[in-house]
């Protein structure tokens, strides 16, 4: 599917559809579905999910009290430190760098996802091609 610059759909879709996919019942990750759908290590400190429940941002925090807050879009938005409860400013953050730490976060929970028997990702390329441009 053609996507815009840095879309990443496929974590988008991991959370906004966290109730209805497969969630492998690791020791070190829980699930958290308390009006929001959040992916969280054992400790809490570490997590990604969306913020509000109609689905318009994310939030990644990296276990050193770094918030990063992203659009559907996955445009770093905002970015705190929360020990000193201050922002950091948004272009000195490495935005490829912090992704690549959520995929690997989450990459248990979508490694475990079982492949369909009908391929149905042109359905989803025409469904959701406008959204993610």
Do not use: C
């Amino acid at each position: 599917m053609p996507r815009g610059e840095s879309q990443k759909p496929e974590l988008v879709m991991l959370i906004d559809n966290l109730d209805w996919i497969y969630k492998p019942n690791a020791e070190w990750i829980k699930y958290d579905f308390d009006g929001t759908r959040d992916i969280i290590n054992e400790t809490g400190s570490k997590g990604f999910g969306n913020i509000y429940s109609d689905e318009t941002e994310y939030a990644y925090s990296n276990g050193d009290s770094i918030v990063y807050r992203f659009t559907k879009n996955f445009e770093l938005k905002h970015v705190t430190r929360l020990r000193k409860m201050e922002t950091v400013d948004v272009s000195s953050v490495d935005k490829n760098k912090v992704i690549e730490e959520i995929e690997q976060f989450v990459k248990p929970v979508t490694d475990e996802q079982t492949k369909p028997l009908i391929d149905l990702q042109w359905l989803f390329n025409w469904l959701y091609q406008d959204e993610f441009k």
